[in-house]
């Protein structure tokens, strides 16, 4: 479920705001015998342990592609599979929203993530624009409105693939409308905090300019029922970054950076919750 109004308070002061009265409200909802999501995982719930990969486009959806013929749907699996190789390396479960090379609409990624009741969602993606002169990576969550003008022009260009009405409230019931804003107002609160997590581990990797965190109304991230973000890895219209995106030592390079902040946020995510690891991996409240 999800708000114009709670979705604008992406940022700042805003989000300690709707947190703090996240909080107050918190303690009315338990005298009425009603939980949030993250309440209730701090009561005994298990822990981070799942995640969604969402490789961009596929099948007829090519993407961006490069002046060389690369193209962005391509790059962008490969990346995928390697980073959900990592994960589950690591003891995660992991979720491909595609696995080959087939065309799946924004909305049913959406709901196969959904489906799935995972705590990340990452959309994976590589960007492009009319000159040859921008590279590096940068990291999104949502947002109705764009940070920039050319974070609105790249999520109109993401959001092409898109097929039918946008997302909207599921339910006209105020409270139902209440608790869903107080739990998409959190899940910005940890979107922000991943997207920079990741931002920072691929910052290391060097090369392309430093882009940073910016937020765009993409519609692969509207209605995820968890943190989210989209990460575009590099420029196809860039001559260094195509020569980087096109090789393998590379690619795997980026699924361990994006791996690495996963690493980071799961902890910090289970220790919100009072969440901690017991013997043989199980999960245990503290």
Sequence with gaps: ?????????????????????????SVTLLSLGLVLPSLAAGQGGAGFDTVVIDAGHGGRDHGARSRYGLAEKEVVLDVSQRL?????????????????D???????????????TADLFISVHANSAQTSRPSGVETYFVS????DA????????????FEGPLPGPASQDPLAALLGDMVVTEHLHESSEFA???????????????????QAPFVVLMGVEMPAVLVEIGFLSNARDEGELRSPAHREAIALSVSRAVE???????ARRGIRKGAGGRQAAR
Excluded at 102 to 114: E, F, G, H, K, Q
Excluded at 144 to 147: R, V
Excluded at 196 to 212: F, H, I, T, Y
Excluded at 264 to 270: T, W
């Design 84 to 100: 959900a190789a990592r994960l589950r390396k690591g003891g995660l479960k992991v979720h491909l929203t595609r696995d080959g």
């Design 102 to 116: 087939r065309y799946v609409p924004l909305v049913r990624r959406t709901s196969l993530a959904n489906a799935t």
């Design 1 to 25: 479920m999800m708000s114009s109004t709670c979705i604008r308070r992406w940022g700042g002061q805003g989000v300690d705001v709707a947190l703090h009265a996240m909080g107050f409200l």
């Design 150 to 161: 050319q974070a609105g022009r790249l999520a109109l260009r993401e959001n092409d693939a």
């Design 144 to 147: 109705l409105d764009a940070s």
């Design 264 to 270: 980071a946020f799961g902890k910090r995510y289970d």
């Design 196 to 214: 920079k997590l990741v931002q920072q581990e691929l910052a290391r990797l060097g090369g392309g300019d430093a882009r940073g965190v910016k």
